[in-house]
Nanobody
Framework: VQLQASGGGLVQAGGSLRLSCAAS????????MGWFRQAPGKEREFVAAINWRSTLYADSVKGRFTISMYNAKNTVYLQMNSLKPEDTAVYSC???????????????WGQGTQVTVSS
């Protein structure tokens, strides 16, 4: 599975961005897609995940971020609203078979896209 993320950029605090991640290749068995992020000097952390019937969010983004999936195009989106400077990180999309907040449950990873939120 190849994952291509896009949509990052620079935005002011309180602004919005939408990230996209398109999956291609051998997507059979890929039931879950998710987003993780890593800020400089920090560990990678879970952001959100989605399968055909449920979503999962990190507490830090609940109510501000929305994950959605367009099955026909094997694409997942992350709508990020009310962005804060602490949301600044490299955001990576991932695909796996089980909805989870654990990176180890995701077997395929895309390259990251930088999100920078200025104060």
């Amino acid at each position: 599975v190849q994952l291509q993320a896009s949509g990052g950029g620079l935005v002011q605090a309180g602004g919005s961005l939408r990230l996209s991640c398109a999956a291609s290749g051998r997507t059979f068995g890929m039931f879950v897609m998710g987003w993780f992020r890593q800020a400089p000097g920090k560990e990678r952390e879970f952001v959100a995940a989605i399968n055909w019937r449920s979503t999962l969010y990190a507490d830090s983004v609940k109510g501000r971020f929305t994950i959605s999936m367009y099955n026909a195009k094997n694409t997942v989106y992350l709508q990020m609203n009310s962005l804060k400077p602490e949301d600044t990180a490299v955001y990576s999309c991932a695909a796996g078979g089980v909805i989870s907040a654990e990176a180890s449950d995701f077997g395929s990873w895309g390259q990251g896209t930088q999100v920078t939120v200025s104060s």
